[in-house]
């Protein structure tokens, strides 16, 4: 497929707002990443080239990196590492030959002071010498497994991104990330396929592993799955379908806003706005830190 | 069983010189760092407390410690990280309560400007306000499923510490830790339960996970089993034995040394004098970072 194909494909999906093109749910990453570099494609990766490996980003000057790297092996569930660029290198290397991280993700946050304040399509004119950018596993690299077993993927069905919710887990702290809760993604599940669900979860614990929770969320702090902090409301739920929540690679934007003051600059992907990498789910045990 | 019993086990262990007595296999975690603080158990811990998980340990300065958690993540077989106190702390928390880093194992290495300069029994004095302590898996977690199966622990039955050899495997860099290669520790299994051992051990990927090579070491560098690098030589293998090699926690030593003037002050365990640490191996993927 040309990429002049794939930006038509978008503009249907742009136009419509409804479902993802089967084209582009089966588009190379590197022409996805290409759409996304042009600025053409800015919407989530829910459900897109299915069975790659896909990757929050937090982007820290280097005067915060060892804090956030000690914050991720400790929280190791949320923030599962897949890659730490050396300082200053917005290259991935084998996980995403020729990925660009100030252009090739669909969206961006930027946060000053702890303060959201601005989403974005790249990142070109922040990214400092000092800038280290850390990979972080996502529930979407599962997408694939999920579909090859007829296993419902329902945000990517009805052309929404995934609803994310903060929780009442807290975050076990490391230096100056020293305060948050985790949050979770939600996607469901028909009630006899739920074990099914959770097994193959399991094997992956570089995208979030085994659910935080089983149809209810609310001794994990959820009261209402149709009002999520992040991403989009779900749609009513189907059929047997029943909650499953996941903890969520954007958990360490609540906990930078939580350090309020301390941090006078951070980037991340927008929530569902993933860094999609040429190494397959299946494959991506051997290569993942 | 008491301090007074493990330590007359302990003398009969020095005296012959041969094998490891049952009471110290099976003794506890808490008793046997007690053994280590007070300088009586300055052995090996191969084979002892079967069934917790033990670990590797090196304390740097914090100037260091970004530099080498970045390498524990990029050369996860050989370094998973199970711990990483906060600077100054030696500690361990709910992974080995009451265990004091610089007393609690069997025996130390200091390394002064990347040569191995004192093995000793504690490193209080060492200790620094900004000394942080990494734990790293070690392979002895495995030797308590390896006994249930009834898999041979053939050093631990000749009472000599494992044998461990340089490979040709670079490491993967990061920052100061530049350049050095994969240590691998080596024990024999018997033919027909190589297939056992190896889906055994890929299940403990926080102890090494599966092997590097099995049957020979000539590809990754080993010439001569019975010409290790670091440990104890093997007893001749005995029966259809044959040698299984798996990465090793002592690769950070070989890379620290490789780091010459760079860095002033390191301290490690002993080759084989690991922490032994409370939480069951079985139990330790929710426990670990």
Partial sequence: MSVADLTEAIAIVEHTGTKQPNDLKCASPADLRGLCRSGVHRSPTVG???GRVQANLVVLPQKYAYDFLLFCTRNRQSC????VCDAGDPLVGPLAPGADLRTDLPGYMV????KAVEQRTEILDLWKQDSVAFLIGC???CDGAFEKRRLPLRAAESGKNVPMYKTNIPVTPAGIFSSGTVVASMKPVPSTRIAEAVRLTSRYPHAHGAPLAVA???SIGIADIYSPDFGDAPEPLVGDDIPVFH??????QCVLMAC????PLAM???PGCMLVMDVLAEDSEEYIQ
């Avoid at 599962?80 to 890659?83: A, D, S, W």
């Fill in 139 to 141: 529930s979407f690299t």
């Fill in 48 to 50: 897109l080239c299915a």
């Fill in 216 to 218: 209810s969320g609310a």
């Fill in 260 to 263: 309020g003051e301390n941090i």
């Fill in 247 to 252: 903890a969520c690679g954007v958990t360490p």
């Fill in 111 to 114: 946060y000053r002071h702890g």
């Fill in 80 to 83: 599962p590492l897949l890659h």
């Fill in 268 to 270: 991340t992907h927008a």
